[in-house]
């Protein structure tokens, strides 16, 4: 029947359900429909609430929403609670997170304001704790802080916590990563960013037996010269799966038991001090380095930086790569400068099945490339290369392709990937076809030629 109301016929518990699924300020919007619909939003088992989605409100106005919203039906079970607020203070926010965790979330998303408005409209720093029963609750499954807060409980038991993402948040007296890494017998993903102003997290322990997936994202701010260098990250997981370090935001990296390690994500360059890299000379820095590349050897599957390459060729000169017996597949991101380094690299891989190349060439460099020894893994196990974010096709570009392509005795397929749009000589087919006469007739390998965007 044309203009029937299918929605509103739906039971009021599924309707909720449905609109937890929106921002608040989306499913508060439906109070205009009927009748009916005028409170049912307050009635939504969770808060969603973004300063950036009420931006022509003031602080008072958005703080009264949180309130109506927890006081409407203040028996009733909530699911999630998630509040952004970072511009400015709310007072009695923890009281409000305090009131949520009693109902029962599964989820808590907190961004804390790192700034107190003064009555002469000034700004002072501002600290927000989190509420102490956030550490006994029963019910919590995700957790997520930024600039948060955390002091010590004195005892930590998060029973159902599975996923925990803390970025810049601070640490209190005697409490630590790992006191609360410990309370969380279930957790399966940590997500850490440090505060880069924090002198208080000098050491981060992370130590679970649960833990399989850990990652230290990019903080897209420049590294403080004296937060750094005295600062260790200790991971101690033998179910670890997933590794990323994706910023040096620790001086010194230990890694222990990680038995289970299937994929290593690295764009870390081992820093010592402010924009540096680690000397060749520091014997204590080049054992470390050794020690965390024999910690991470029982990876599958390796993704490496230009950062991360060129901090391992300066390694490479003092002290020796460990071999990497189970990596499989390898996606690295090579200077053109050293490329001529890239056989003896590839030794470190001598059952590499699949190389993902991607290469920055410098046509400012006048010496030419060589690549004469051939690894291991090129004469028995390499199948799939692909060359990536090719911008030209001449003499150094198709120095590297022929190489893997005359060389690899059981390659099957060969992916050599152009910037789109970008101009030059050769058209794919070209390039197809001047690969094409490189390969024997009595080898089966694929050749493509495609492009990608920038």
């Not at 001529?340 to 060439?361: D, G, H």
């Not at 120095?399 to 060389?407: A, D, G, Q």
Request: charged share 25%; hydrophobic share 40%.
């Amino acid at each position: 029947m044309p203009g029937f109301d299918r929605l509103s016929e739906l039971p009021e518990s599924l309707i909720t359900q449905i609109l937890l699924c929106l921002p608040t300020k989306e499913s508060a919007k439906t109070s205009v429909l009927s009748t009916r619909w005028k409170n049912l939003w307050l009635n939504v088992p969770g808060l969603d609430l973004n300063r950036q989605d009420v931006r022509n409100v003031d602080k008072q106005v958005f703080i009264n929403i949180i309130d109506r919203f927890l006081e409407f039906n203040p028996e009733s079970r909530l699911e999630k609670f998630k509040v952004n607020y970072s511009s400015r203070e709310i007072l009695g926010f923890k009281d409000r997170i305090s009131t949520a965790i009693n109902r029962g979330i599964r989820l808590l998303d907190a961004v804390s304001s790192t700034q107190h408005g003064k009555d002469d409209g000034s700004l002072d720093p501002y600290i927000e704790f989190m509420p102490l029963n956030l550490f006994t609750s029963k019910t919590l499954v995700s957790l997520k802080l930024l600039f948060s807060v955390l002091e010590d409980p004195g005892f930590v038991s998060l029973p159902c916590l599975k996923f925990m993402i803390l970025h810049k948040v601070r640490w209190s007296g005697t409490m630590n990563l790992e006191k609360l890494v410990s309370g969380c017998p279930v957790l399966e993903e940590l997500n850490l960013m440090r505060d880069m102003d924090e002198d208080k997290l000098v050491v981060a322990c992370v130590r679970s037996r649960s833990l399989k997936r850990f990652d230290v994202p990019l903080a897209h701010e420049p590294l403080r010269r004296s937060r750094v260098p005295n600062t260790l990250l200790e991971i101690d997981a033998p179910g670890l799966e997933y590794m990323t370090l994706k910023q040096d935001h620790f001086g010194r990296v230990v890694v222990k038991n990680l038995t289970a390690l299937v994929m290593v994500d690295l764009d870390i360059k081992f820093v010592v001090t402010y924009g540096m890299s680690f000397y060749t000379e520091d014997l204590s820095k080049r054992n470390e380095i050794r020690d965390f590349l024999t910690g991470i050897s029982r990876a599958r599957h390796m993704i490496i930086s230009e950062k991360t390459v060129t901090a391992l060729d300066r390694y490479s000169k003092v002290g020796t790569i460990p071999i990497f017996n189970n990596i499989s597949r390898l996606q690295a991101v090579f200077p053109s400068s050293l490329l001529s380094v890239l056989p003896a690299f590839l030794e470190s891989f001598p059952n590499l099945k699949n190389l993902s190349l991607t290469i920055y060439f410098a046509k400012e460099e006048t010496v030419k490339l060589k690549l004469v020894d051939v690894p291991q893994c090129l004469v028995s196990t390499l199948e799939c290369v692909e060359i990536k974010r090719l911008f030209e096709w001449e003499e150094e570009e198709m120095k590297i392709v022929s190489y893997f392509l005359e060389n690899s005795a059981v390659l099957k397929k060969l992916i050599v990937s152009f910037v789109l749009d970008y101009p030059r000589y050769a058209s794919n087919s070209e390039v197809y076809e001047e690969l094409n006469k490189l390969t024997k007739h009595s080898r089966r390998c694929r050749i493509i030629v495609e492009e990608e965007l920038e």
